[in-house]
């Protein structure tokens, strides 16, 4: 297995760009995810597959991904967006996923 | 819409076992897709304990794969969380949630979730 990790914190303030970053320490890379938790809920899927949005969730969110590191981007940050942003990934055969330790976004 | 509940004690004493329930509405278990177990420390990140097919077939996070047993009652549309000897390192919230399992697009992803539920483990 291997891990992935994300900084404990990022701060924005509103209008600006948040990035969130996610490494691998390890190959192979899988697609990576991205969820947002807010205070006592259960966390949403806002990216999959990398840099794919689901329906409902707005476009200033996007991902990227680059070698072993991907890459959860805010754009025109909102106070409603400070939440707390896990990236998550599986091992190769898909059947065990793995969370990063999760960034609390803060919108200052 | 599929919607996840979970549901069970939420205090539970040092070497005893928690179980918790999930009851899954708008979705036949019976059809397909892998549901996991995840949980989440106060204060920290997600942790995913493991997961399990509709056929029976366990996936055990390593770390806990020694205290932990998942088992799922189509018949009720439900699947169960058993992790056994707990410590307070055990207090979390825990939640239930549907694993999306796409082996030819290699899509692995929690795609719902439940509310989540408090299991504090103390005497």
């Known amino acids: 297995s291997y891990e992935l990790t994300q900084p404990p914190s990022v701060s924005v303030s509103p209008g600006q760009t948040a990035r969130i970053t996610c490494s691998a320490d390890?190959?192979?890379?899988?697609?990576a995810y991205w969820y947002q938790q807010k205070p006592g809920q259960a966390p949403v899927l806002v990216i999959y597959?990398?840099?794919e949005r689901p329906s409902g969730i707005p476009e200033r969110f996007s991902g990227s991904s680059s070698g072993t590191t991907v890459t959860l981007t805010i754009s025109g940050v909102q106070a409603e967006d400070e939440a707390d942003y896990s990236c998550?990934?599986?091992?190769?055969?898909?059947?065990?996923?793995?969370f990063g330790g999760g960034t609390k976004l803060t919108v200052l | 819409q599929v919607q996840l509940q979970e549901s069970g004690p939420g205090l539970v004493k040092p070497s005893e076992t928690l179980s918790l329930t999930c009851a899954v509405s708008g979705y036949s278990i019976s059809i397909g897709y892998y549901w996991g177990w995840i949980r989440q420390p106060p204060g920290k990140g997600l942790e995913w304990i493991g997961s399990i097919y509709h056929s029976g077939s366990t996936y055990y996070n390593p770390s806990l794969k020694s205290r932990v047993t998942i088992s799922v009652d189509t018949s009720k549309n439900q699947f169960s969380l058993k992790l056994s000897s707990v410590t307070a390192a055990d207090t979390a919230v825990y939640y239930c949630?549907?694993?999306?399992?796409?082996?030819?697009?290699?899509?692995?992803?929690?795609?719902?979730w439940g509310q989540g539920t408090l299991v504090t483990v103390s005497s």
């Open positions: 998550q990934s599986a091992d190769s055969s898909g059947t065990y996923p793995i």
């Open positions: 390890a190959l192979p890379k899988q697609y």
């Open positions: 949630a549907r694993y999306y399992y796409g082996s030819g697009s290699h899509l692995y992803y929690f795609d719902y």
């Open positions: 597959k990398d840099s």
